[in-house]
């Protein structure tokens, strides 16, 4: 008789769903979103829709491997676990005793976005094992830092209060295909008399939805946002009550922006001046109004500032007043749980007697291939395909294939940085293990038990590291927990928004709200986090400047590679997740031009193409469609580079350059060249 057993979408996306698991024998026969769940509502994206396929594929690695090719060749054998932790546990102390523990470095990022296998007994075993501490930037730390520094908090307009909104822009925000939850709310606010408009370089399914879509220049979203302010401040468009009570400096502000016409912004943006000022008008005097910001908007040099100054312009008309008014980039700061607890930075000092040295996960390629003291002589990769998503794709795959690295990954797929493993570890899946998740798109803490077995020697992240923490000696009592015990210390939090949360509500209802008024309206009366709980506006920070490699930054480079190249996330997957289904291949194997750029070029769609600049090169397919503006093109991410013919994906031509704060890669601030090169 089939079963439903309830689980919880681990990926990285701001959803976060609540998975219901038909079983039957044994078996898992279909994923269905849990209509329960106030914002999974009964669906699921197509990604996960078809997540059984992966559970249940040939391909997927099920058992030890040690490497017995050359590194990259993809060459293995089968070995025990026993042999694999000995191998490994060995390995570590001879690096540590030779060069410091802080020559072993832990790659992560967000494969899995529990708690538990995702930061869990990891961290507790490279800060008790003294490694290096591992800044994991890949992501949203540029956005972070920009919010942060505008809001004092990571607090969000919740998608429930979503259908209020009678003016909803999208920016930088693929709705469709990495926020497909929330759509159900633009839709429903739209048949309310609601209107849509989305701001983004490459028009996608969400912008051809739109009621109107602005093609804005790469990189240059902070410069839309400070012209807006000059119109808002300009034609006295702000919030005069909400301003005097709830912020500091905005005289200050009103003559930082002065200077930031809608007509200088049209050189910079590519959006017409009067364009700016009509969109400008239109948001700061319709109530509601609410922007979903993504993480696009952060992927550029000025990206923390981008995220910083539209952040700040629904302090400045009053939006977070309203019901349906604000913006979204992320709620995870409200989930206050005891991070500490889980993670326990403390043994750092049993280790080395101090905090161990810190490297951006964004300079993978540096670290590798450069000088550092110690230099790292171990890698252990986990929850992350380094080889094909880091910058700088070349550099990186250099370094891994360095004989002097030892190298260990956990994987479910032999993907790109899978080849390079001296020991190949086989992991569970997230409906296989125990976790606690938050939802970065919403405000409900969710558990996860096993809703099927795991197949053959596949073991969990937290089991694999507490047997790693077993063989080095570790005796401290928290390596000892059960997956149980971790939540509970997770939980262990005074915060209001948490206290009282108990793992016995979790295995009850699967699902529970953080304890916020209905509706949360976090910043309607200040409140924001700072010491006085005012949001400052500190306008002589606020600036612009094009990036290095953009159409108006260095002319040089633009003269050898005039098009703008941006890489964003792939509807059907997940960064690399997805990477070996050949539906994703196809996908992320496109090159997307304008119609007047290919016919300058000779080139028509399905034409073979080389696009390369000064790091590299890679083959791709022209699709022409008018998706993005004259001198912009588009490339998904990510592919698997060993599927394509020249084993080279897109980030061979990223760089490393970082954000101008937070230390984020550029990935969309990159200059490229393209030319033909067959049918």
Request: overall charge neutral.
């Amino acid at each position: 008789m089939p079963e439903i057993r309830h689980s919880v979408c681990a990926l990285d996306c701001p959803d976060c769903c609540s998975v219901l698991v038909t079983v039957d024998n044994g078996r898992g026969a279909r994923l269905r979103g849990n209509p329960a769940h106030p914002v999974t509502r009964g669906f699921l994206c197509g990604k996960v829709a078809q997540y059984l396929e992966r559970e249940y594929s040939p391909e997927r690695l099920l058992y030890p491997r040690r490497r017995v090719g050359a590194k990259g060749e993809g060459r293995f054998e089968r070995i025990s676990w026993d042999e694999a932790l000995d191998i490994i546990a060995a390995r570590l102390k001879n690096v540590s005793a030779e060069f410091g523990p802080e020559a072993i470095l832990p790659y992560s990022y967000a494969g899995t976005m529990g708690f538990l296998n995702g930061g869990g007994m990891d961290r507790r075993f490279f800060h008790r094992l003294g490694a290096s501490r591992l800044d994991r930037t890949i992501c949203s730390a540029a956005g972070v830092e920009g919010a942060t520094q505008a809001l004092g908090f990571r607090y969000g307009t919740e998608p429930e209060q979503f259908p209020h909104a009678r003016l909803i822009l999208a920016w930088g925000a693929n709705i469709l295909g990495t926020n497909v939850h929330l759509w159900p709310f633009i839709v429903e606010a739209r048949r309310n008399g609601a209107r849509f408009y989305t701001i983004d370089p490459r028009r996608n399914r969400v912008g051809a939805a739109s009621d109107k879509h602005f093609f804005i220049n790469p990189g240059s979203d902070t410069a839309l946002a400070l012209a807006m302010m000059h119109v808002i401040i300009g034609e006295h468009l702000y919030d005069a009550d909400y301003v005097a009570r709830y912020t500091e400096g905005f005289e200050d502000l009103r003559k930082r922006v002065a200077l930031w016409t809608p007509q200088r912004a049209e050189q910079l943006t590519g959006i017409a001046a009067e364009e700016i000022a009509q969109l400008t008008r239109e948001y700061a005097t319709t109530r509601p109004s609410v922007i979903r910001l993504n993480y696009g908007i952060q992927r550029s040099e000025r990206g923390a500032m981008a995220a910083r100054v539209i952040s700040l312009l629904p302090v400045l008309t009053g939006a977070w007043k309203d019901v349906g008014g604000g913006l979204q980039l992320s709620t995870s700061q409200a989930f206050h749980l005891n991070r500490a607890g889980l993670e326990r930075p403390d043994l750092q000092q049993k280790s080395l007697g101090r905090e161990a040295r810190v490297i951006n996960m964004a300079e993978l390629s540096r670290t590798l291939t450069m000088p550092l003291d110690p230099p790292v002589k171990a890698l252990v990769v986990y929850n992350s395909n380094a080889a094909a998503t880091a910058p700088n794709r070349n550099a990186v795959r250099r370094g891994l294939a360095r004989e002097d690295l030892f190298t260990v990954v956990l994987e479910q797929f032999q993907n790109d940085t899978a080849d390079f493993a001296d020991i190949l570890l086989p992991v569970t899946t997230f409906l296989e293990h125990s976790d606690l998740y938050l939802g970065y798109g919403h405000y409900y803490l969710q558990l996860a038990r096993p809703a099927l077995p795991a197949p053959a020697e596949t073991k969990s992240n937290v089991e694999i590291f507490r047997l790693l923490a077993e063989r080095m000696g570790f005796d401290d009592d928290c390596f000892h927990d059960s997956e149980d015990d971790m939540i509970r210390t997770l939980l262990d939090s005074p915060h209001p928004f948490v206290r009282g949360i108990t793992l016995d509500q979790l295995q009850r209802d699967h699902f529970v709200r953080l304890h916020l008024p209905e509706p949360f309206q976090p910043f309607a009366e200040g409140n924001f986090g700072t010491p006085d709980r005012k949001c400052h506006f500190h306008a002589e920070a606020l600036d612009y400047q094009p990036p290095v490699e953009s159409r108006l930054g260095d002319p040089e480079l633009r003269r050898d590679f005039p098009f703008e190249l941006i890489s964003p996330k792939n509807d059907d997957s997940m960064n690399s997740t997805f990477g070996h289904r050949t539906s994703v291949d196809r996908q992320t194997a496109a090159l997307h031009m304008h119609a007047g750029d290919a016919a300058r070029l000779g080139i028509h769609t399905a034409d073979a193409v080389r696009i390369y600049n000064r790091r590299g090169s890679c083959i791709l397919r022209a699709v022409v469609d008018n998706s993005v503006a004259p001198g912009v093109v588009c490339a998904p991410s990510t592919r698997w580079g060993k599927r394509a013919p020249d084993k080279a994906n897109v980030n061979v031509l990223t760089s490393e350059r970082l954000t101008d704060a937070g230390g984020g890669p550029t990935f969309y601030s990159c200059l490229v060249q393209v030319e033909r090169i067959g049918d």
